[in-house]
Structures are given as C-alpha cells and as structure tokens.
C-alpha cells in the first residue's frame, strides 16, 4: 500500500485526530506561535488523570468483572421494555464510574449475543443504550471528558461536582425512563439461554477496584501526577498488557484539542466574538454549551468556552445537555453506532435524539434558573 494510500486509511479511521493535525499545521502556518509555548496551553493535570482511569478501566474492562456483572442481570428480565430499562441503567450507572466509552464497550456487544438468543429491537436498544451513558455520565467527573476537564478547571471537589449536577442527571434519566417506556412494548423474552461462562480476574478486579478509589481520592486532592506515576508504574510492572492497551491516541487528542482550541480561541476575531457572547451570565454559558456542541461535539465546546465564562457548572450543564441532538453532540453516540454494526441507524437515532435534545435543552435551563 502506497504513503498516500496508508494515510488516508488512518485519517478516515481517526478522523478527530486527523483534522486536528491539520488544524496545528494550518495555524502555525498563517498564525503561528513558538514551538516552546505550546505545551504550557494543555492542562495537563485534566491529561494526567484521564490517562490514569484510561489505565485502571482497562484493568477493570480486563478483570471480566463487567461482562460477568451484566449478564448476571439481564437473566432478571423477562420483556423487551423491562431489558431495554435495565440496559439504560446499567450503562448509565457505568458510565459514571467508568466513563460513558467504557460503559459502552461493556453494554452494547452484550445486546448483540443477547440478540442471537432472542430477536431484540437492536437499532432502538442501541439509540437509547447511546442517550443512556451520556445521560449517566452527566452525574461525576469520571463519567465523560469534558466533566473531567471542568471538574479539574473548576477546583471544587468530587462530592460537590456530583451534587451540583445531580439534579440535571435526575431530570435526563427521567426522561428517558419515559421514552424506553413509549419505544418498547410489554412483549415476552426468553433470554434464559445465556448460559456463556463469563470468567473473572478477581484478584485483578479487586486491585483495579481499590486503586480507582485511591486514584479518585488523590485526584480530588489535585494529586493527579502522583496518583497516575503509582498507578502507571504498578500496573507496567504488574501487567504491562494493560498499560499499553489503553486508548494512547485518545490522550493524544486531548493535547492537541487543548492546543488547536485555545490557539483559536486567542485569534483576534474569535475572541471577539465569543467575548461578545458575555458568557459570565450562567444562562448565557449553558445556552453556548448546549449549542455549540452540535456543531464541534461536547468536549472541545467545553474546552473553548472555559475561557470565556467562571460558572463552570452552567457550561457543564449546557455541554451535558449537547450531547444529545445531532450524532456529532458526543462521542459516545458514534461508539455506540459503530459497534452495534447497524445501516440506517442514523435517521432512527436523530428523529428520536433531537427532539430529546429540545427537551433537555428547556428543562435544563430550568434546573438552572432554580438550582
């Protein structure tokens, strides 16, 4: 395969990646700054704690103690609308421990052996399995990056970022309590047949487990460079495997979405503009965050608008609520989409999404005024 070839297959697999090279290289090229300074734009304590529970999910996501626990589960159901509430809450549940990506890797292949025992609504299940982890992941600053970065940004600790966001979570899960209600009808299941021994590493589910809460705990304290230098070293003398396992390009992303971001974010005419929004009002910044994110996604909607607005729960409401809508709002409705293996998913996804979307976007503004 020839260079050009090799190159456009990576850029259509990593697509995030790929346009923000461009970007770095389009803007050292027409507005450029020195080398030097560019590593001091990232927040590296945000890169710091996301690399260390992209290590200990996967050690989780390894122990088997996941799989293991949903289909412990899904044998206490017996319809369809009954397996489509528990798949929405357990990926929601997940989602705020393990993050909303973790949480689908778990989740939506489960539905998949599932649907080789029983004929599942596989395109609803997914949709709503997608609004379910963004909706859980809402509720802490592990459950999805843009919460770790305002989380990190915002100084408060763990126990108030979960209080402050709670009702917002509350709102969403309720609202898609209702919808899997209105999608799934009432119809028997028989999913008796999953008798798949599912092994797990319970010394390994047990270590992993333990470090998660002393990596939180130090993470809180605004020891992330510690917490990740104990726990990156433990587990590659341990169990290499895993560190180099996780998701390194995801880490990358974040640097460069930290520098391309903010190095548009400083242009002149940009700045302007987004000054001109006067973010400092909170209805103001979450109307931003729940805007902007379908046209950018969430996390760097997050990343931009943090400069421009001190109410960082506001933001955190508002690139909540922008997950949903359009497919791009986060990242988390392509994984879901792209694991699943379903054609014509998209239109089911955003006749459903959007409207969701509006609905979140009034009631969060509300939650706001009276919170």
């Not at 909303?100 to 949709?127: E, G, M, T, W, Y």
């Not at 997050?302 to 607005?309: Q, R």
């Not at 909540?320 to 986060?330: D, E, L």
Request: with cysteine; proline share 5%.
């Amino acid at each position: 395969m020839s260079l050009v070839r090799r190159v456009g297959a990576f850029a259509a697999a990593e697509p995030v990646l790929s346009i923000l090279v461009v970007a770095l290289l389009a803007l050292q090229i027409f507005a450029p700054r020195p080398l030097s300074t560019l590593p001091a734009l990232v927040d590296w304590q945000t890169v710091m704690t996301l690399a260390g529970l992209l290590v200990l999910t996967k050690a989780i996501e390894y122990s088997g103690l996941l799989t293991w626990l949903a289909h412990r589960l899904v044998h206490h159901v017996h319809s369809e609308r009954g397996l489509a509430l528990l798949l929405v809450a357990l990926a929601a549940a997940l989602s705020t421990i393990v993050t909303n990506d973790v949480a689908l890797f778990v989740v939506v292949p489960l539905v998949l052996s599932l649907h080789q025992l029983a004929p599942l609504p596989l395109k609803r299940l997914v949709i709503v399995i997608a609004l379910g982890v963004n909706a859980g992941s809402v509720l802490t600053p592990l459950g999805n990056p843009q919460n770790l970065f305002l989380w990190q940004v915002s100084g408060v600790s763990f126990t108030r970022f979960v209080l402050r966001l709670a009702p917002l979570c509350a709102f969403l899960m309720a609202m898609l309590a209702v919808l899997s209600v209105c999608l799934f009808k009432t119809r028997a299941l028989d999913l008796s047949k999953d008798a798949t021994p599912q092994r797990v590493d319970r010394t390994l589910a047990v270590v992993a487990a333990a470090l998660f809460g002393a990596f939180v705990l130090l993470a809180d304290a605004h020891h992330a460079g510690i917490a990740l230098a104990g726990v990156g070293a433990g587990f590659l003398i341990w169990r290499p495997r895993i560190v180099l396992k996780i998701d390194w390009l995801l880490l990358l992303i974040f640097v460069l979405m930290f520098i391309v971001l903010r190095s548009v974010a400083a242009l002149p005419w940009i700045h302007h503009a987004l000054a001109s929004l006067s973010l400092q009002t909170p209805m103001r910044a979450f109307a931003a965050g729940a805007v902007l994110s379908q046209a950018i996604s969430n996390v760097p909607a997050a990343i931009v608008l943090a400069g421009f607005t001190h109410d960082w729960r506001a933001l955190a409401f508002g690139v909540s609520v922008g997950g949903f809508g359009v497919a791009i709002g986060s990242l988390a409705n392509l994984i879901a989409v792209r694991l699943s293996g379903e054609r014509g998913v998209w239109l089911p996804f955003h006749l459903i999404s959007v409207p969701f979307w509006i609905a979140a976007f009034f009631g969060g503004a509300l939650l706001l005024h009276l919170f």
